[in-house]
């Protein structure tokens, strides 16, 4: 596998029906959809939104009653029926089998906090983890951090110990209930309000900066097997977003790779659920000017109108950049539409929504979705970025 193979970004045009631009919000995704609550643009915002990545489509849920969540921001979320959030902002959160763990966090008046506590999903009994070992020997108080799993172990960078930006990388292993430190010659600089997320063998790390007002656009990949980081460059024509304290989903089989080995289990506690075998109806079409026969699509603007002629004679690789440049010149003559699934893999969307008792994020096309953050857009609909990795 190439270090150097190039990613594709691109925004995708929303609807007026569609969330308001803002950062320090949370996300998860559950079967296909996205969900967004809270955050922030001029003020904290109190809003609950589920968006259909098939679809392209956004629906405002219910947030309101004496259950429901107040104006939230700097708050997380994770898919695990019901687990209610503790009183701090700028922690992190992660399931590992039925717990929720969550890390650190910003706690008013005390500051950075180091606690580790774990959420029981089955039983709703919260333990207090941190304490089992000295601080030296964990990642001790910070917020603003970004915390990922794989194969049932949980991995943090980064954050904020106090009012210090951090360039360190920690790894919680629930077997034996230790931090260890991961020890590495190169990587990403000090960041705060990052995000990262597992894609097959790595831990893909984006944006975040050094201060709420410099964010960065950089995407780093750090492989697991080879400890090793390095930063993925963009292909030409395609230009990433500088993004600090957004949302990131990895949507597809390949960014759920990382976490399928929880189904063996590592300790009484962490029973994990069974694993069953993904009925995957989409396969990638191929891609010979990639020279990888299992190359992933890249794109996923189909063109409507304009530099017809153009096109006509161009290579699939100068298509996808002059399909880019058209989008960032401001031209109506791209749309995100469904029919990119169907004409770039074997299956419609109709296959895609027959079964509902079916997880459709299997089926699914695999991409980085990049969700609001700072700087923000104003008044304007919540801004979309998706990123296609081509991975041999």
Request: aromatic share 10%; glycine share 8%.
């Amino acid at each position: 596998m190439s270090q150097n193979n190039p990613c594709l970004w691109s925004q995708l045009p929303q609807s007026i029906a569609a969330p308001c631009d803002r950062y320090k919000h949370a996300c998860c995704s559950y079967e296909g959809n996205v969900y967004i609550l809270g955050g922030r643009d001029n003020s904290t915002l109190r809003d609950f939104w589920r968006y259909s990545v098939v679809r392209n489509e956004w629906t405002e849920l219910s947030c309101t009653g004496e259950t429901a969540p107040e104006e939230v921001e700097e708050h997380s979320m994770v898919v695990h029926k019901t687990p209610m959030p503790t009183n701090r902002k700028g922690h992190s959160a992660v399931v590992i089998g039925s717990s929720m763990l969550i890390y650190g966090g910003f706690v008013d008046i005390k500051g950075s906090s180091q606690e580790f506590w774990s959420l029981d999903c089955e039983t709703k009994v919260w333990s207090l983890l941190s304490g089992l070992q000295h601080e030296s020997l964990s990642p001790g108080p910070r917020h603003s951090h970004s915390a990922m799993v794989f194969q049932s172990c949980m991995f943090l960078y980064g954050g904020l110990k106090g009012l210090r930006e951090q360039k360190d990388f920690w790894k919680w292993n629930p077997a034996n209930y230790t931090w260890s430190s991961l020890k590495t010659k190169s990587g990403p600089s000090k960041l705060i309000g990052h995000s990262a997320v597992a894609y097959k063998d790595s831990m893909l790390l984006f944006g975040g900066g050094e201060s709420l007002n410099y964010p960065k656009n950089c995407l780093w990949r750090y492989n697991f097997s080879t400890h090793m980081w390095w930063q993925i460059n963009t292909m030409p024509g395609s230009s990433s977003p500088d993004k600090i304290h957004h949302c990131c989903i990895g949507l597809g089989p390949k960014y759920t790779t990382g976490t399928t080995s929880i189904c063996s289990g590592t300790h009484p506690k962490l029973q994990y659920d069974k694993c069953r075998p993904l009925k995957n109806k989409c396969f990638p079409a191929p891609l010979t000017f990639l020279g990888s026969e299992g190359a992933i699509e890249l794109q996923t603007f189909t063109l409507e109108k304009c530099h017809l002629k153009t096109l006509s004679n161009a290579t699939e690789l100068d298509k996808s950049v002059l399909q880019e440049k058209n989008v960032h010149q401001g031209e109506s003559c791209l749309t995100f539409v469904n029919k990119a699934f169907s004409k770039h893999w074997s299956c419609t969307e109709e296959e895609l929504l027959e079964d509902e008792d079916e997880d459709i994020s299997q089926h699914l096309p695999d991409l980085l979705l990049v969700l609001g953050g700072r700087p923000c857009s104003g008044l304007n609909p919540l801004s979309v970025w998706q990123m296609t990795l081509s991975d041999s």
